[in-house]
Every structure is written in structure tokens, then in C-alpha cells.
């Protein structure tokens, strides 16, 4: 690419940013690195109805968060152009009096009561889909019909309006999608959207392609949400004189339910079984909350793999990239038209391999972070367990769960010992602790041996002792080698245990 793109995610702050949005955010930032371009974060909060709490510091945590950080945004600002359309609101109104001046838009002075009239009226004609189109504003009140006089009257005693794009009759508005193609629709079948109100604040089509214009951004890279927007936009380059520089629009494929059956919301929120989001959310005001991948113990970089991964891939098997190597293999061409289903199985997957190729330094801290939390005390021996237990694990916390007897009293289950606990166990167990309490180095290697000994020279089969041995030391039927806990407990516990088994169980 010779220019060196400018891409933009345009969050409006109405909410927690949903996963979907992350990925759009993420797809933007791979494409502006792999270019050596901008990766630009804008506010859209021009709809202040809509407009929630918190919802901004939550976009900027959760993109800090997956290290998709913006070269540009309202909090690093590399000039004075503010990157919050509210703040931006004094620009837009010259560009929407240049569109009333060239006649592709007109004030229009509908109340909302009226035009819920006409909706009504036309629902019970049968006809649901009501638009303000070419058709029907010759029977509104606007600057098309009303007496010129009027207008300028209304306009002068401060009458509320609004500004609306003037479609023509029977216009091909045609784009070149990156990822969809050619995209073809006719203004018959479009209406004439609001661009600007009263209040002096722009709807979103205005302010989008406005603010696109002028921090000169080369990509839409967004939703596919976005694309029936998309020839509106495309008519206001145009109308606008900015055809030259119209960006290059690319909409993704939508995230999809694990069943296929419909996009996957915010209003999934934890309804399904897993997260949305990707960090918590509470909306300070409703008390409403949700959970995110982050709380859940997801690592980031195994959180932005797997959303990657939903929509485009690499072409090959490999399916661990760090975000460094998914730049490197990042294209918009290998993103696909069709919807990506989502597996919440597939995102702990992706989190396993994480956690498995974390050096023991760093796995043995996320551990200990963990046990603060739960107010648990740190073994000394913590990265001997993490290297134990790594492999059972798909979060750090799933350590402590199924290591359980590395950091809390052993808790016997009368119940189910008593399938493996027979009349000759405690004998049995008292001589395999004799033995193991003569060995000079408590190895699991020399464990091992000695408990092999113990086997052939007292006529035993593994499976009669190997289960009361793991059973005294851990509580549980299953796990990882008995020997290898052993050693990392250490001889005097290991025999501690060993006999506080023989007295409760006896
Ligand atoms: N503000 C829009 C949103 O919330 C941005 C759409 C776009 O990228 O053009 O998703």
C-alpha cells in the first residue's frame, strides 16, 4: 500500500463495548499496523439521549486491556482536534448548510406527533414500513413545500427543524466493498435521513462521514451492521464534492450465536452461558451488570487470538499468533462474507494454550494474584504446583480448584473413600509410610521406586495401593502423579497426611 492508512473505530459510548465492537476495533488496529498507518479511536456520543455512564472509561479500559492501543483518541490527542463529536459539534453545521445551499437537503418542521400521525395512519392502510422518501415529502412540511417566506419565517422566530438529505428519484448509488463486493442500491428504495437538528448537533450519518472526511481516514473497516448506511455515506462524499476522497469501506461479517441462530448481542449479556464483553460491566445508574472475559480469567492475548480468528484466518493450520505475528499475517481478503459463529469451548481452548505456554515465573504470579483474592495463603512451593497442575488447567483459578489439597485441609468424603478404602488399607499404607519415611532424598523418582518395592515385596497390585496412597494425600481418586505431589509436599507433610488417613479412615 503506498499511502499509509488512516482507520478508525467509531464507538458511540451507549453501553459496555460488546466483543463484537472489540473485534472491529482489533481488525482496524491489524490493518492500520501491517500498512505502518493510524489507528484512530473517535467518540460518536452526538445522540445524548443515548448516552451512558462510565461507558467511555469502559471502551478505553477494555481496549488498554487487549493492548489495541489508539495513536490517536480523545485521551492522547496528537493535536487540538477533539476526537469526541460533541466536542467537535461547531464543525459540522457549514458542511450541512453547503448540502441546503446545493439543494441535496432541505429543513424539514414535521412535529414527532405528526409524523407519528402519518406512521399510524399508513400502519392501519397496511402499509408498516413508513418512510420520509421523495414520494412522501411532497405531502410534508418542509422547505420543499412550504413558501419560501414561511421557511425563513419559521427559521427566523427559532421553530424547531430538522435537516434532511434530499434523495433523488430514481438514483444507482454504487460501492465497492473490500470484503462484500459490489454493493448496488437504488435511492427509490431509500429515505431521506435526518442529518442535522435543531439543537445543532448532527445525527450520526453527518457526523460520521464529516468527521471521516476531516481526520482523513482511507478505511471504514466496521460491522456489517453498518452497510445499509453505507450508500447514504456514499451520496454525501459526493454531494459534499469529496468523492476524491471517499475511503475504501469494508464491512465484517457479524458474530453469530453458537447455534447460528441470530447475531450475538449485548442483550446476550450472560444469558447464554458466557460473556459478551470483554470486562465487567455495572451501569452506575440501573445497577445493571454483566461479566467479562477478563474477570472469567481469560489472558487478553488469548482473548484477542480467538476473536481474530472469528471472521478471518491465517490460511493455514497454525491457529496461535501473538498480536505482533497477527499484523504480520493480517488481511482484510481473508476476511469472510459469512456470519462467525461464536464457541465459547473454542475461547477456553485458545486460553489453554495460553496458560500452557506461560513460563512458570509468570503462571505461578497470575496463581498467587488468584489466591490473594481468594484470601488463601501462598505455598512456597507455588511453582512447583503451577508446573504440575498446568496441564489440568484452563485458567489460573482452575489450579487452585483442582489442586485443591496443595493449599487447603483435606476434606475426606467418607462416602466415596469407602469404594477404595478396604479392611487392609491402613496396614497397608502405615507399612508404605515406614518405607518412604527411611528415604534420604524425597524424590518422586525415589517415591516411585520405593512405592514399586513396596508393590512386588508385600504381593500388592497398583491398584490396591496407588488409590489409598493418592486418596491420603489429596482427598481425590484422580489427578496428577501421586508421586509427584509427594514430592513437591515434601516428606514431613507427606507422612503427616499418610497418617491422618490411617486414624480417620482406619
Ligand atoms: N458509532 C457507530 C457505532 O457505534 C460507528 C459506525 C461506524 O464505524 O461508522 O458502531
Not at 168 to 194: A, H, P, Q, Y
Request: charged content about 25%; glycine content about 6%; overall charge negative.
Amino acid at each position: 500500500m503506498s499511502i499509509k492508512p488512516r482507520v478508525r473505530f467509531a464507538p458511540s459510548p451507549t453501553g459496555p463495548l460488546h466483543m463484537g465492537g472489540v473485534r472491529t476495533a482489533l481488525y482496524n488496529y491489524l490493518f492500520a499496523k501491517k500498512h505502518g498507518g493510524q489507528f484512530i479511536l473517535r467518540i460518536e456520543d452526538t445522540d445524548q439521549t443515548r448516552f451512558v455512564q462510565g461507558a467511555e472509561e469502559y471502551i478505553r479500559t477494555a481496549l488498554e486491556w487487549c493492548n489495541l492501543i489508539p495513536d490517536e483518541s480523545p485521551w492522547n490527542l496528537p493535536g487540538d482536534e477533539p476526537y469526541r463529536q460533541s466536542e467537535r459539534k461547531p464543525l459540522y453545521k457549514q458542511y450541512v448548510d453547503l448540502l441546503l445551499e446545493k439543494g441535496h437537503a432541505y429543513y424539514a418542521f414535521d412535529t414527532a406527533e405528526e409524523l407519528e400521525f402519518i406512521r399510524e395512519r399508513a400502519k392501519a392502510a397496511g402499509s408498516v414500513n413508513w418512510q420520509y422518501n421523495h414520494i412522501s415529502r411532497t405531502q410534508m412540511k418542509n422547505s420543499l413545500t412550504l413558501p419560501q417566506q414561511e421557511v425563513e419565517e419559521r427559521l427566523a422566530r427559532g421553530d424547531e427543524y430538522v435537516v434532511r438529505i434530499k434523495l433523488l428519484r430514481n438514483e444507482e448509488v454504487r460501492l465497492n466493498d473490500t470484503i462484500r463486493g459490489w454493493v448496488s442500491v437504488n435511492t427509490s428504495n431509500m429515505d431521506d435521513k435526518v442529518l442535522f437538528k435543531s439543537d445543532g448537533m448532527p445525527t450520526y450519518h453527518m457526523a460520521n462521514v464529516v468527521d471521516d472526511y476531516l481526520m482523513k481516514i482511507t478505511h471504514v473497516i466496521r460491522g456489517e451492521e453498518w452497510l445499509p448506511s453505507a450508500p447514504l455515506h456514499v451520496l454525501l462524499y459526493k454531494y459534499l464534492g469529496w468523492e476524491e476522497n471517499m475511503p475504501q469501506f469494508a464491512h465484517l461479517p457479524l458474530l453469530l450465536r453458537p447455534d447460528g441462530n441470530g447475531k450475538l448481542s449485548k442483550r446476550d449479556g450472560d444469558r447464554l452461558g458466557f460473556p459478551v464483553f470483554p470486562i465487567d460491566w455495572e451501569n452506575k445508574e440501573t445497577a445493571e451488570t454483566a461479566s467479562g472475559y477478563r474477570e472469567k480469567g481469560f489472558y487478553p492475548d488469548a482473548f484477542v487470538n480467538m476473536l481474530a480468528f472469528l471472521g478471518w484466518n491465517p490460511g493455514t493450520d497454525q491457529e496461535i499468533y501473538s498480536l505482533d505475528q497477527l499484523v504480520e499475517e493480517f488481511s482484510l481478503e481473508r476476511v469472510s462474507k459469512s456470519g462467525a459463529k461464536f464457541d465459547f469451548e473454542k475461547a477456553k481452548w485458545f486460553n489453554q494454550q495460553y496458560l500452557r505456554r506461560r513460563t512458570g515465573a509468570h503462571l505461578s504470579e497470575d496463581v498467587k494474584t488468584e489466591l490473594e483474592k481468594q484470601k488463601i495463603a501462598v505455598p512456597d512451593q507455588l511453582a512447583s504446583i503451577c508446573q504440575l497442575m498446568k496441564e489440568r488447567a484452563i485458567f489460573p483459578a482452575d489450579i487452585i480448584e483442582e489442586g485443591d489439597f496443595f493449599f487447603k485441609p483435606i476434606q475426606f468424603d467418607p462416602q466415596s473413600v469407602s469404594k477404595k478404602w478396604k479392611p487392609d488399607s491402613a496396614s497397608q499404607l502405615r507399612s508404605l509410610k515406614d518405607r518412604l519415611s527411611e528415604l534420604p532424598t524425597f524424590t518422586a523418582a525415589a517415591i516411585e521406586k520405593a512405592f514399586g518395592l513396596e508393590l512386588s515385596e508385600r504381593s500388592l497390585s497398583f491398584g490396591q495401593l496407588g488409590p489409598i496412597f493418592r486418596i491420603a494425600l489429596t482427598g481425590r481418586f484422580t489427578g496428577p502423579s501421586a508421586f509427584s505431589i509427594a514430592e513437591i509436599l515434601g516428606k514431613p507433610e507427606c507422612l503427616l497426611r499418610m497418617d491422618s488417613a490411617i486414624q480417620t479412615l482406619g
